[in-house]
């Protein structure tokens, strides 16, 4: 039943997608410096485990941060993270409840959250939302053919860690 015109959701296909545009505003100037802390650009991290991170390391997946993104764990992070979605909580107040495992830039650790991490930083550093970026700075100079869009939570802040929908001839350009 699929057509060309049938959207699929990216998964973590979207980090690149993501970590485009961080590299776009760091282009830009936007983003001064990959050392800085994040909490530079999305200072309501500075009460997480995120605070004096650079970003960096949160690029690299190296953040630190204790996340467990084990599926079939129902308390899980990942799992918790689905929960609180579901509650219509806002993504933004999850990743201010994640805590430090241990220092940043020592051990790579695949934690999605590290994604809307840079989706924040977007936001603040650009004035505009993952949307409107992704749209301005990827689609139209791309030349995609159909529209996209990402899934959000309550409040409208886009799903960075894994929730692109496009079609499949705008993923493969």
Not at 22 to 37: F, N, R, S, T
Not at 68 to 93: H, K, V, W
Request: proline share 4%.
């Amino acid at each position: 039943g699929e057509t060309p015109e049938t959207r699929h959701i990216s998964w973590s296909v979207a980090k690149s997608f993501t970590s485009a545009l961080v590299g776009i505003a760091l282009h830009e100037g936007l983003i001064k410096d990959v050392q800085d802390p994040v909490t530079v650009y999305a200072p309501v991290l500075a009460t997480s485990g995120y605070n004096n991170v650079p970003l960096k390391h949160v690029l690299q997946m190296s953040s630190g941060i204790g996340f467990n993104e084990d599926y079939a764990d129902f308390y899980s992070d990942i799992n918790r993270m689905g929960r609180t979605l579901a509650m219509r909580a806002p993504i933004t107040e999850f990743v201010c409840s994640l805590k430090k495992a241990g220092p940043s830039g020592v051990k790579n650790h695949y934690v999605s959250m590290d994604t809307q991490v840079l989706c924040m930083v977007l936001r603040q550093t650009t004035g505009k939302s993952l949307t409107e970026l992704t749209e301005e700075k990827l689609w139209r100079p791309i030349g995609m053919e159909s529209d996209a869009y990402w899934l959000t939570d309550a409040t409208g802040m886009e799903l960075a860690f894994g929730c692109l929908n496009a079609v499949l001839r705008d993923y493969a350009r």
